[in-house]
């Protein structure tokens, strides 16, 4: 029996029985100190370099572009938790983004296919989610099954999916003319002053903080990073929760990548590519493990949040975006790097 | 068949039973391989016979090469159970130093000019550098390879376009457009009647081949990859081979990136965007495992040969680029689930 894997699953099991109340908020908050504290330095920093940053608009803004990125990366947490990754993200993103687009009655493309297809804004939005749904649970199925790992299956769909979506689209972009209101309102619309992107991502959040704290299929979550061989032997259905796993993220990543084909108004068949390194780059910053079994969706919006901050400060500032990559880059590997670290000074 | 004390006794064995085991599983898969050269070749030729014509073979052969060179570093990082994300961005890079120090790209504003072996050589050694740097944060600081590679992508892209401004001082992004003998060379060239990329190609291959098989080093490549206790527990100075492993690896995408650039005699800072991922799927289809100490040269050699006809033959026939996503998604799925289907067989014969 690996020490690390005992490890692991008491963290899950202290987790699990802690209320949610404030108290626990603050005897949460170090585990998320390294993330915690590197966004309010962020915040500050950029501050006083430029006045512009501080604002509720520039703040907004912020969560409104994090939005995109961050409602893959609540999936993907739940991916990664389960020790497993998904690389087909981006492909599932652009593909349930085209397929909506295309049953929205006024869209326009020159593909032929495209504009024989219309049903009500809801209907098309559903559409599109079950399409996601759908490749997430093919990962899912063929993950459990095969036994081949994810991160090459994932690869694979990866492939394909961006295959199918060329395919679909014939290559084409999908506009609109016009966009009917209730679709603009999707990616581009207002809730009480808040744009929708972020309230379908703190609904979201809200939804994954409930789902890995309060369930049984977030408990088994845990507890399969932790000890696969261990979770089976104690009755959870591994193979099941995985393909329920990757079934969220599919439905996650069509979620967003139909907000954003609302928000820039056209669907590409290039959308959301390389994205699935961002989404992982962001749960990784927050300081969930690679290996499984550690890690948290509020760890996750701390990272995105992080990303999305220096994404805005680099701008506003006005550094060409070259700098945002090499800053970017240095500082997933500085985090993780550190977390590593200060786990291994904790442990002595 | 050994009984259990013998299989649990180290240190000595270990490494030698992993690969015994590698080259004895691969036989079939390699066989495998050249069954769908041949069969796939004979299929594309009979619908397009300018499949098989000169032109186009040179062509696969310098393709395959381009993306050979890299998955040869590839094998060797999946063989010690890592991982390199970062291999298109070193490609990029090491295209940009390499074309960027000759100081004749067309614009160039930069005062550094250098012949051009000292300009390749400057820019393999920079990428095996920070190929080296990976391996340092790997071994030393204990983050895993996917992560530190992934972080490596983008600052090595970032500092691509930053050198690629620097050297040619236009347009931000711009292209290095440049032309040089040697290069062209390398990306263009012939020697005798074999392309110069497909010559180094096959001397690397081989020279990484030996290396595998018949040294210490090789053998403590493997031994990491299957298990990383018993081999530090066998003395086996385990940062020191992963740092060699990591610094090969961006040394040969530099390589890989350079060729591809002396055979369009421009670099773009936005060139191998991705192709990661390409040179992973070669590697696997090769036969190499992720969960590591398994994979050989030879099964990367023809895995390349196979993706690279692949690309050829459907373009070759006028298929629409996007089916090769579905063909490529398929084959390297097709791949691995037949040999895990194989594995499984063959643990069950073993067992009876």
């Given at each position: 029996?690996?020490?690390?894997?005992?490890?692991?699953?008491?963290?899950?099991?202290?987790?699990?029985?802690?209320?949610?109340?404030?108290?626990?908020?603050?005897?949460?908050?170090?585990?998320?100190?390294?993330?915690?504290?590197?966004?309010?330095?962020?915040?500050?920093?950029?501050?006083?370099?430029?006045?512009?940053?501080?604002?509720?608009?520039?703040?907004?803004?912020?969560?409104?572009?994090?939005?995109?990125?961050?409602?893959?990366?609540?999936?993907?947490?739940?991916?990664?938790?389960?020790?497993?990754?998904?690389?087909?993200?981006?492909?599932?993103?652009?593909?349930?983004?085209?397929?909506?687009?295309?049953?929205?009655?006024?869209?326009?493309?020159?593909?032929?296919?495209?504009?024989?297809?219309?049903?009500?804004?809801?209907?098309?939005?559903?559409?599109?989610?079950?399409?996601?749904?759908?490749?997430?649970?093919?990962?899912?199925?063929?993950?459990?099954?095969?036994?081949?790992?994810?991160?090459?299956?994932?690869?694979?769909?990866?492939?394909?999916?961006?295959?199918?979506?060329?395919?679909?689209?014939?290559?084409?972009?999908?506009?609109?003319?016009?966009?009917?209101?209730?679709?603009?309102?999707?990616?581009?619309?207002?809730?009480?002053?808040?744009?929708?992107?972020?309230?379908?991502?703190?609904?979201?959040?809200?939804?994954?903080?409930?789902?890995?704290?309060?369930?049984?299929?977030?408990?088994?979550?845990?507890?399969?990073?932790?000890?696969?061989?261990?979770?089976?032997?104690?009755?959870?259905?591994?193979q099941w929760v995985k393909i329920q796993a990757y079934s969220l993220m599919g439905v996650l990543a069509a979620l967003s990548g139909i907000v954003l084909s609302s928000r820039v108004a056209a669907?590409?068949?290039?959308?959301?590519?390389?994205?699935?390194?961002?989404?992982?780059?962001?749960?990784?910053?927050?300081?969930?493990?690679?290996?499984?079994?550690?890690?948290?969706?509020?760890?996750?919006?701390?990272?995105?949040?992080?990303?999305?901050?220096?994404?805005?400060?680099?701008?506003?500032?006005?550094?060409?975006?070259?700098?945002?990559?090499?800053?970017?880059?240095?500082?997933?590997?500085?985090?993780?790097?550190?977390?590593?670290?200060?786990?291994?000074?904790?442990?002595? | 068949?050994?009984?259990p004390s013998e299989r649990t006794s180290f240190p000595n064995p270990a490494p030698i039973k992993v690969q015994r085991i590698g080259i004895f599983a691969l036989a079939g898969h390699q066989f495998?391989?050249?069954?769908?050269?041949?069969?796939?070749?004979?299929?594309?030729?009979?619908?397009?016979?300018?499949?098989?014509?000169?032109?186009?073979?040179?062509?696969?052969?310098?393709?395959?090469?381009?993306?050979?060179i890299v998955a040869l570093g590839m094998t060797l990082v999946i063989i010690t159970g890592g991982i390199d994300l970062s291999a298109g961005s070193m490609m990029a890079l090491g295209a940009a130093?390499?074309?960027?120090?000759?100081?004749?790209?067309?614009?160039?504003?930069?005062?550094?000019?250098?012949?051009?072996?000292?300009?390749?050589?400057?820019?393999?050694?920079?990428?095996?550098?920070?190929?080296?740097?990976?391996?340092?944060?790997?071994?030393?600081?204990?983050?895993?390879?996917?992560?530190?590679?992934?972080?490596?992508?983008?600052?090595?892209?970032?500092?691509?376009?930053?050198?690629?401004?620097?050297?040619?001082?236009?347009?931000?992004?711009?292209?290095?457009?440049?032309?040089?003998?040697?290069?062209?060379?390398?990306?263009?060239?012939?020697?005798?009647?074999?392309?110069?990329?497909?010559?180094?190609?096959?001397?690397?291959?081989?020279?990484?081949?030996?290396?595998?098989?018949?040294?210490?080093?090789?053998?403590?490549?493997?031994?990491?990859?299957?298990?990383?206790?018993?081999?530090?527990?066998?003395?086996?100075?385990?940062?020191?081979?992963?740092?060699?492993?990591?610094?090969?690896?961006?040394?040969?995408?530099?390589?890989?990136?350079?060729?591809?650039?002396?055979?369009?005699?421009?670099?773009?800072?936005?060139?191998?965007?991705?192709?990661?991922?390409?040179?992973?799927?070669?590697?696997?289809?090769?036969?190499?495992?992720?969960?590591?100490?398994?994979?050989?040269?030879?099964?990367?050699?023809?895995?390349?040969?196979?993706?690279?006809?692949?690309?050829?033959?459907?373009?070759?026939?006028?298929?629409?680029?996007?089916?090769?996503?579905?063909?490529?998604?398929?084959?390297?799925?097709?791949?691995?689930?037949?040999?895990?289907?194989?594995?499984?067989?063959?643990?069950?014969?073993?067992?009876?």
């Amino acid at each position: 029996m690996n020490p690390n894997g005992a490890r692991k699953s008491e963290a899950a099991t202290e987790r699990l029985t802690a209320p949610l109340g404030l108290t626990y908020m603050l005897g949460k908050f170090t585990e998320h100190m390294v993330p915690a504290v590197f966004l309010i330095a962020l915040i500050i920093g950029l501050s006083l370099i430029s006045p512009n940053f501080l604002s509720v608009g520039n703040f907004l803004d912020i969560a409104r572009v994090a939005s995109i990125i961050g409602i893959m990366a609540v999936g993907m947490t739940i991916v990664i938790l389960t020790g497993g990754i998904d690389l087909s993200v981006g492909s599932t993103f652009a593909l349930a983004g085209a397929v909506t687009a295309s049953f929205i009655p006024g869209s326009f493309s020159d593909a032929p296919l495209v504009l024989g297809l219309d049903l009500p804004v809801p209907l098309a939005i559903l559409v599109g989610l079950i399409v996601g749904t759908m490749i997430g649970f093919v990962n899912g199925f063929i993950i459990a099954k095969s036994r081949v790992e994810p991160f090459i299956v994932t690869l694979a769909t990866m492939a394909f999916v961006r295959g199918l979506t060329y395919l679909f689209s014939g290559g084409f972009p999908t506009i609109f003319r016009p966009m009917p209101p209730e679709f603009e309102w999707v990616g581009q619309g207002n809730v009480l002053g808040l744009p929708t992107p972020t309230i379908f991502f703190a609904l979201v959040i809200a939804i994954g903080v409930w789902i890995t704290r309060r369930t049984t299929f977030g408990r088994s979550v845990y507890a399969i990073g932790g000890n696969e061989e261990a979770s089976r032997l104690s009755g959870i259905k591994v193979q099941w929760v995985k393909i329920q796993a990757y079934s969220l993220m599919g439905v996650l990543a069509a979620l967003s990548g139909i907000v954003l084909s609302s928000r820039v108004a056209a669907a590409q068949p290039t959308a959301g590519l390389t994205y699935e390194l961002d989404v992982i780059a962001g749960v990784v910053i927050g300081g969930t493990s690679l290996l499984g079994g550690r890690g948290s969706i509020v760890s996750t919006v701390l990272g995105v949040f992080i990303l999305g901050v220096i994404s805005n400060g680099f701008n506003i500032v006005g550094l060409p975006t070259y700098y945002q990559y090499v800053t970017k880059g240095l500082l997933l590997i500085f985090a993780v790097g550190l977390d590593a670290h200060l786990r291994k000074t904790q442990r002595h | 068949m050994q009984t259990p004390s013998e299989r649990t006794s180290f240190p000595n064995p270990a490494p030698i039973k992993v690969q015994r085991i590698g080259i004895f599983a691969l036989a079939g898969h390699q066989f495998i391989i050249i069954a769908l050269i041949i069969v796939l070749g004979l299929a594309i030729f009979s619908v397009q016979p300018k499949f098989l014509s000169a032109y186009s073979i040179d062509n696969i052969l310098r393709m395959a090469s381009i993306y050979g060179i890299v998955a040869l570093g590839m094998t060797l990082v999946i063989i010690t159970g890592g991982i390199d994300l970062s291999a298109g961005s070193m490609m990029a890079l090491g295209a940009a130093l390499g074309a960027g120090l000759l100081g004749t790209a067309f614009g160039a504003a930069n005062p550094l000019s250098f012949p051009a072996p000292v300009a390749i050589l400057i820019a393999l050694a920079v990428a095996g550098s920070v190929g080296m740097l990976n391996g340092v944060a790997i071994a030393k600081l204990g983050i895993a390879p996917f992560v530190v590679t992934l972080g490596m992508m983008t600052t090595v892209r970032g500092l691509t376009f930053i050198f690629s401004d620097y050297s040619v001082g236009s347009v931000p992004g711009s292209a290095i457009t440049f032309m040089d003998g040697l290069f062209s060379w390398l990306g263009a060239g012939s020697v005798g009647l074999i392309p110069t990329a497909a010559a180094l190609f096959l001397l690397l291959a081989g020279v990484l081949a030996i290396i595998l098989r018949y040294t210490p080093l090789g053998r403590a490549m493997y031994a990491i990859g299957g298990d990383a206790e018993i081999a530090r527990l066998a003395g086996i100075n385990i940062p020191a081979v992963i740092i060699v492993v990591y610094g090969l690896m961006g040394t040969l995408a530099a390589l890989g990136g350079i060729v591809q650039a002396g055979r369009l005699s421009s670099v773009s800072p936005l060139m191998a965007m991705g192709y990661e991922l390409d040179i992973i799927t070669i590697v696997i289809v090769g036969g190499a495992s992720l969960t590591g100490g398994r994979g050989t040269i030879l099964g990367t050699v023809l895995a390349a040969v196979l993706i690279s006809m692949i690309d050829n033959g459907l373009t070759i026939m006028n298929v629409p680029s996007f089916y090769q996503y579905l063909v490529k998604g398929s084959v390297l799925l097709v791949a691995v689930i037949l040999d895990q289907w194989y594995q499984r067989q063959r643990a069950a014969v073993a067992m009876a």
